[in-house]
């Protein structure tokens, strides 16, 4: 008998700064914003801008490539979800764009991630409201 | 305004245990406090300044109807291990500013007992940042892990030279009898513990334990005529680092913005400092925040901390006490960073005293590296 498998990870909470974001990303689009006003380019996704409050954002699609800044492969951690996936790869990921984001590195074996690696997102759908976008190393 | 000559800690005391199911977490600050009034030859009815933090919700109001106290000033701000630290500033410029005459610093907690899992716990919460994190699992440990693993790419730090660090750290523990491990380790020791989160391994994380300690701050004019001989507060700052709208460098920590404002306002440069207490959460924590803090340039951490530089006897000794790494670390530590260099100054540390030490920095680090943290600076001097 097939078995649902439930998410049991941490999800999400969505509220009105990072909905478009997260909505995108159930679309399995990579979204950062930037701010009309002063030209910055922000992570992760809010109502404003960090550099001088402006309302005045839009949101720019990624490519969804970048490179590896930093990882950690984690063998312990003792709270649900991670508990069953242990050993798994943490990392900041910095977007072609230019921002960095902490991530999840899959596709590959924890040992064979390094610094600088190529890597390209991809999406775990965890609910049907609610993907996580993940990377992998690109693609040859 | 500054608070340099103004206020000056008068007393000190940290908890003996280590572990202590059968007390509460207000009976180990209670005790504490006792302990450092005492010490200050003050009373309970002296105090009317009270600072903690890690008591949940309104818990210093709780603190202060525990011990019959009714403050004119109060001050619970929960910057993490960093907080103590902050407090002894804090308190200094309430002094200074007349807003209150004795105050009284106080830290218990039950983390070990309680089975707090801290460094591999998982997280949650609902602060914005979080919904872009905890869906990766970070971990205390991993989170620091993020910048040890930087350092390491960017400036060929090595996984010997954090280790290095903890063997100091242990020597300085075996020298104090309160510490928790006391039993010497080598390089070897900390590369064959297991890794908990690469690049650190079990034996880079500082372990956990019950624990408390209290400080009293009074003015620099009535220490003078108390116990105890006064320990001057000549500067304090305070600063916070974390994703800069996901711009940040994961090598730089919040002591890079605190650490050279304190010893301007001291008047004091590095090579005036005789010993330094460092926070030391993780081995990593200790590195990047001497670079941070300016005792060596940024990227060459790893070789500063060779050749017996931070040991007894070395340029700059730091945690003498055995630090979060091998006396204990009850969850948010600040307040032993104060302590510790504080008994230095007065030169009260037995085996493990800093020879002439006038001049002390300490520096507490809350929250985690790879994130976000705040970081509380220090100059203390006798």
Not at chain 2, 18 to 44: F, N, V
Not at chain 2, 63 to 85: C, K
Not at chain 2, 341 to 362: H, M, N, S
Request: charged letters at 20%.
């Amino acid at each position: 008998m097939a078995e649902e498998k439930k998410y049991k990870k941490p999800l999400p909470r969505i509220d009105e700064e990072n909905k478009p974001f997260w909505e995108a990303c159930a679309r399995h689009e990579l979204y950062v914003q930037k701010c009309r006003s002063c030209g910055k380019l922000f992570y992760y996704a809010r109502g404003f801008c960090p550099e001088d409050l402006s309302s005045d954002l839009e949101w720019v699609k990624c490519s969804g490539k970048g490179t590896v800044y930093t990882f950690t492969v984690t063998r312990q951690n003792q709270s649900a979800g991670f508990r069953d996936s242990l050993p798994y790869v943490m990392a900041y990921v910095e977007l072609e764009e230019g921002v960095r984001m902490l991530t999840n590195i899959v596709g590959c074996k924890p040992d064979e991630v390094k610094i600088g690696m190529p890597v390209e997102v991809t999406f775990e759908d965890a609910t049907p409201e609610i993907s996580i976008p993940l990377f992998q190393p690109t693609a040859k | 305004m500054s608070i340099q000559g103004k206020a000056a800690i008068a007393g000190v005391y940290e908890h003996p245990l280590r572990w202590a199911p059968h007390k509460t977490q207000y009976q180990i600050m209670a005790e504490s406090g006792r302990g450092a009034l005492e010490d200050a030859g003050l009373t309970l009815k002296d105090v009317d300044g009270l600072f903690t933090s890690g008591v949940s919700g309104m818990g210093i109001v709780s603190l202060a109807e525990h011990l019959n106290l009714n403050p004119s000033y109060l001050d619970s701000n929960s910057i993490g291990g960093s907080s103590f630290v902050s407090h002894t500033g804090h308190a200094a410029a309430a002094i200074a500013a007349g807003y209150c005459n004795v105050a009284l610093i106080l830290y218990g907690s039950k983390w070990s007992s309680d089975r707090f899992a801290i460094g591999t716990g998982g997280a949650g919460g609902g602060d914005p940042s979080e919904q872009f994190e905890n869906c990766y699992g970070p971990t205390t440990v991993g989170d620091y892990a993020l910048t040890a693993q930087r350092h390491m790419h960017e400036f060929g730090t090595t996984s010997e030279q954090l280790a290095e660090i903890a063997v100091v750290t242990r020597r300085h523990a075996s020298l104090n009898p309160l510490a928790k491990f006391r039993d010497p380790i080598t390089v070897q020791d900390v590369l064959t513990s297991r890794l908990v989160s690469s690049p650190l391994h079990l034996l880079d994380c500082c372990m956990i334990s019950d624990g408390g300690g209290a400080i009293v701050v009074t003015s620099a004019e009535r220490a003078r005529d108390l116990r105890k001989k006064p320990v001057q507060i000549l500067s304090a700052a305070e600063s916070c680092y974390h994703t800069s709208a996901g711009m940040r460098d994961l090598t730089d920590a919040a002591a890079k913005q605190s650490g050279p404002t304190a010893l301007a306002r001291a008047s004091v440069a590095h090579k005036d400092i005789d010993m330094a207490m460092v926070y030391d959460s993780f081995t990593i924590t200790v590195l990047v925040t001497l670079e941070s803090l300016g005792f060596c340039k940024k990227g060459e951490g790893g070789s500063f901390i060779q050749n017996g530089r931070i040991g007894l006897g070395g340029e700059l000794p730091i945690n003498t006490d055995g630090g979060g790494l091998s006396s204990n670390h009850p969850g948010m530590r600040g307040i032993f960073l104060v302590i510790e260099a504080t008994k230095q100054l007065r030169g009260e540390c037995g085996e493990r005293q800093v020879k002439d030490c006038q001049l002390a920095f300490c520096h507490g680090t809350g929250g985690t590296l790879g994130l976000r943290h705040s970081g509380a600076s220090l100059v203390l001097g006798i």
